[in-house]
């Protein structure tokens, strides 16, 4: 297999292009199996204002609540729901460490 990026060859079963870094779908999959996290829960949680400790972001959680300080939680509200929408979407496909959501 050739890394679709760089067009270098990889190593078996790799996660990642050694030389450029960009993920490979197969090998990025298989390399995190058993260890993925999961989609609907963490939009579930991030509706209940937790999602981002899911996804291993707690300076977001943080950002979230003090800006929820400033707007009576309005803001919060508004940035857990559209982080939620982004989390059913895709747009948001890994935890803050890299962890796939599935
Ligand atoms: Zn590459």
Do not use: H, W
Not at 17 to 34: D, H, L, R, V, W
Request: glycine content about 12%; hydrophobic content about 40%; proline content about 4%.
């Amino acid at each position: 297999m050739k890394c679709v990026n760089c067009g270098k060859q990889l190593p078996k079963n790799a996660a990642k292009c050694p030389t450029c870094g960009t993920f490979i779908e197969n090998g990025y999959t298989e390399a995190y199996q058993g260890k993925t996290k999961s989609k609907a829960l963490a939009g579930i949680l991030m509706l209940f204002g937790i999602g981002d400790l899911y996804l291993n972001n707690p300076g977001r959680f943080l950002k979230k609540m003090v800006i929820g300080l400033f707007t009576l939680f309005i803001g919060s509200v508004v940035m857990q729901i559209a982080d939620a929408i982004k989390i059913f979407n895709g747009t948001i496909s890994t935890d803050a460490k890299g962890i796939p959501l599935v």
